[in-house]
């Protein structure tokens, strides 16, 4: 079998990208999830569209000028147009509304940071005023206010997106984890499901992070999970979305389902598959929402993940060594915006134009040579500190109890389910062969090196492994 284009990975970036090569006329596009669409960081996003990311542009400026910091702010705004254009081009329903977006400090030590931040972004073009007060029930030192920014129902637009693509001829296929990806000896690429082999002239990899070893890009970049919650308040909720630029990162914005009392709360990031006690991290998100708003009820609770590059910048573009394969990674949990400016670049290389922007998101960039090595030195020593071994025997386990077990040497990790199901799994990390850790907050197993997750079965949450964990059989 032979397609042109085959986008593997149905989140956002890969069904933007899926959409805009069919558009630009491409013969034949598929693509390819291993779960359903827009079950990955898509679906546990905040949901705002926004070129501000925190405070990033005085920063850019100062290490990389001002040419570079404008064509990041340029694609960023074209990412949060992007999203626009599609849900009204496409009669979308996924809640899209235009609201300001404002990141501030409670802290007058970071007042000027704020100021020039300000300062930065107005300079780029970027639509950014300095205020002093935030939608918010509490005082601010100052904020960087960015005017007619966007906030959406992640889930919703995905559906849109699908269907779009669906009318347009793509062939999606749902439950077909792709196992690797090469470049063949005739130029063109072959990906490898358990079901077949199929030819591709390009092959988007929009899987988050690249699965495997493609491009190197799992010691490029660093995993992180953050919590959210969905609350009903008592009361109106803000309706801005805001950001706290000191630690820990609260993050805000209106969830339109239940009317104006809606509101979604993001943050206590941290780092994947670390021995951090996470079910704590996610009662202190909404102990902080309970203590700061009136709140009704807590209707939703989950968390997601994604990576960031050594210069916080995504890798976009042509892997390293192999030309049919293309890569977008390293959101920095800001996917949504330069999930389309990624789009809008692929499309472009994919149709054989120049991108204006690659120069900044280049995925061949060795970038700061520095920081990449001391993220490669951060992996090899979680892999190290993962080494701690819990004595215990599966058959003791309480139910909702994790143990780590040494089984003829090899460590395996057993949870007794509330009814009393023991599930026992291989702790090495079916990647790089990593020790996984406990999640206590979403029982499952976590790699801190790479961010791969496996459920208590072995099935894998997130990749870039792409086999499940061995299972083992412990009597009960
Ligand atoms: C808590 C949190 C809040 C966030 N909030 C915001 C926000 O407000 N604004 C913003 O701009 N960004 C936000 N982000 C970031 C943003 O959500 C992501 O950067 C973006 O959704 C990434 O989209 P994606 O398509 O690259 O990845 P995903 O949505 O994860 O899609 C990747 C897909 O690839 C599939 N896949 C993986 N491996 C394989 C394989 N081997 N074969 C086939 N398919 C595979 C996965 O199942 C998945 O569906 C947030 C992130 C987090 C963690
Ligand atoms: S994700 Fe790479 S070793 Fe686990």
Known sequence: MAVDVVVVGGGLVGLTTALLVRRAGAGSVAVVEARRLGEGTTGGTTGKVTSQHGLVYAQMIDRHGEDHARMYAEANQAGVELVATLTGEYGIDCDLTRAPALAYTRDPGRRRTVEEEAAAAGRLGLPASLVESVDLPFEVEAAVRFGNQLHFHAGRYVAGLAAA?????????????????????????????????VRANHVVMATLLPIGTIGGYFAKTRPTRSFGLAARLRGPAPQEMTISVDSPTRSTRPWLDPGPNGLIVVGNGHDTGTEQDTQAMGEDLEQWT????????????????????????????????????????????????????????????????????????????IGDAKAVGQLIKDNLKVGADLDRLRSHHGRDLAPGHDGVIDVDGDTVGAYRDEAGGLHAVRLACTHLGCRLCWNAAETSWDCACHGSRFDIDGNILNGPAVEALPTVNLSP
């Open 290 to 365: 309970r203590s700061t708003f009136d709140v009704d009820s807590v209707d939703y609770r989950w968390s997601s993940q994604d990576y960031t590059t050594a210069d916080h910048v995504p890798y976009i573009g042509r892997s390293p060594m192999n030309d049919r394969i293309l890569v977008a990674t390293g959101f920095k949990k800001w996917g949504l915006s330069s999930g389309g400016a990624a789009a809008l670049i692929l499309g472009d290389l994919i149709a054989g134009h120049d991108s204006p922007w690659l120069p900044v998101f280049d995925a061949t960039r």
């Open 165 to 197: 693509l669906s009318a347009a001829g793509v062939a999606v296929f749902e439950h077909t984890r792709v196992l690797d990806v090469e470049e063949h000896r005739d130029g063109t690429a072959r990906v490898r499901t358990a079901a077949a082999t």
